[in-house]
C-alpha cells in the first residue's frame, strides 16, 4: 500500500482540485483493486464508490481491449443530478470524481487527468521505492586507542 507521508501528498492534490473546480462534490483516489488511497468525499461512502469504480473500471479494461482502442483512459457517467468521472492514475490507481450537473464537462476532463497524471506519479513513485531496511547494528567499539602489540626482533 501507499505510505502515509504520500497518503497525504495525494489528499493534498485532492483538496487543491477540489478548490480549483467548485463545482466538484467530491474526489477519490483508489487503487484499481478498489482500496481508498485518499478520499475528500463530504456524505459520501468513499469505501463503496471506490469498490463501484473498481468493477467499472474492469468493466472499462475489457470494452477497451474488445474493441481495439488501447488501454484504460477515462470513464464518464452523467446521471440525472451530475457526473462521476474517473481517471487512469498511474500503472496501479484510478482518480474518480463527483461533480454536478452544471460543471463544464472539458474543464473536469482538464483538471482531472492533470490531477490524475500527478497522482500517478505519487504513487507510482511510492510503490517503486524499495522497503529500506534498517542498517544492521554496529560492533560496539572501545573508547580507547587500539593497542600496538609489538613481536620480539629475533636479532
Known sequence: MVPEADVQNVLDELQRLRARVPLLTGALAASTDGLIVAQDTPGI????????????????????DATGRG???ELLIRGENGYIATYAAGSSAVLTLLAE???????????GRRAGARIGEMVDAAQDRPDRPAP??????????????TTPDPT
Open 101 to 111: 450537473d452544471r460543471i463544464n464537462v472539458g474543464r473536469l476532463h482538464l483538471e
Open 45 to 64: 461512502e468513499a469505501e463503496g464508490v471506490a469498490a463501484l469504480t473498481a468493477a467499472a473500471l474492469g468493466v472499462s479494461i475489457r470494452m477497451t
Open 71 to 73: 488501454g484504460f483512459r
Open 136 to 149: 544492521p547494528p554496529r560492533p560496539q567499539q572501545s573508547r580507547g586507542l587500539p593497542r600496538r602489540t
